[in-house]
């Protein structure tokens, strides 16, 4: 079982940057593929980016040359540094693993682990 809990969102203005953590439980978590996921209000639940365990990053496009996913394995992290944000970007982001590898990254019924979510807001 792993435990996931986020910080780091906010309220900023547009161009501004954020970088969220994610803080995993478990001895295992070196082995699961981790992504970031946000939830707009009235809106789907979408992959941002993804990380494997072994490094190999996948990000969406609205993401690609703004956010960047990384993970510290020794002390059980996940980030995601986003810059350049747009009032678009606002959404509650999520954390989420999963165990089934570097497949189905899109969907959300394919990670097993979520965090409760940290609002981001930014403003125009």
């Known amino acids: 079982q792993v435990q996931l809990v986020e910080s780091g969102g906010g309220l900023v203005q547009t161009g501004g940057s954020l970088r969220l953590a994610c803080a995993a439980s478990g001895s295992t978590f070196s082995t699961y593929t981790m992504g970031w996921f946000r939830q707009a209000p009235g809106e789907q639940r979408e992959l941002v980016a993804a990380i494997s365990s072994f490094g190999s990053i996948s990000y969406a496009a609205s993401a690609k040359g703004r956010f960047t996913i990384s993970r510290d394995n020794a002390k059980n992290m996940v980030y995601l540094q986003m810059n350049s944000l747009k009032p678009e970007d606002t959404a509650v982001y999520y954390c989420?693993?999963?165990?089934?590898?570097?497949?189905?990254?899109?969907?959300?019924?394919?990670?097993?682990?979520w965090g409760q979510g940290t609002q981001v807001a930014v403003s125009s």
């Open positions: 989420a693993g999963k165990r089934t590898g570097w497949t189905k990254l899109y969907d959300p019924g394919d990670y097993a682990y």
